[in-house]
């Protein structure tokens, strides 16, 4: 029962003085973050590129990057198709260049990129989201962060964490003797 109040009273100080990020009592962490969407053309970050022969879904920038490692790493390409890659300037002359070289079922996807919020990640503190994020980084891309939510309308989240905010635990301790 020490533990147990010793707990409640290490949170308290911590739900007490963490920052808020400017959101409204009461209020929890989950796990923010960004993926890659498709969306009409004139509306995107940059492109990705599916490869039905390859099984390859991703960026066309990483694409290239990889394709430029094979080509100087392998004797696979002929002098003529290396010349034609080096002379690629943009995503027209790329699909063209991977249509002809790589895979001629090649098609482009125009992408945005969205911020998300990771379902099932809710956490009372915001050091506790911090750590889960840094303990379990290989879920989630290099942009994860914290994300402070409000829980709207809940009052018995409010009043829980008003109880655990103000709740002298001293008086506990002192029954308890």
């Known amino acids: 029962m020490k533990d147990d109040i010793q707990f409640l009273k290490d949170l308290q100080g911590e739900l007490r003085t963490q920052d808020n990020d400017c959101q409204a009592s009461p209020r929890y962490w989950t796990v923010g973050d960004y993926k890659m969407v498709g969306c009409p053309e004139g509306n995107q970050d940059t492109y990705h590129v599916g490869l039905p ?8 920038e990483e694409l290239l990057k990889e394709i430029k490692d094979e080509i100087e790493e392998s004797d696979e390409y002929s002098d003529e198709a290396k010349e034609e890659f080096n002379e690629i300037e943009c995503e027209d002359s790329a699909m063209d260049w991977i249509k002809e070289h790589y895979d001629e079922d090649a098609y482009l996807i125009p992408v945005r990129e969205e911020h998300i919020i990771h379902p099932n990640t809710m956490f009372l503190t915001k050091v506790e989201a911090k750590r889960h994020i840094e303990l379990n980084h290989y879920h989630y891309t290099s942009k994860a ?28 301790d002192e029954t308890s003797n």
């Open 145 to 172: 962060h914290t994300y402070a939510m409000t829980a709207w309308r809940a009052p018995k989240v409010e009043r829980l964490l008003k109880i655990l905010e103000t709740f002298d635990w001293n008086k506990i």
């Open 53 to 60: 022969n390859r099984d390859y879904y991703d960026d066309l």
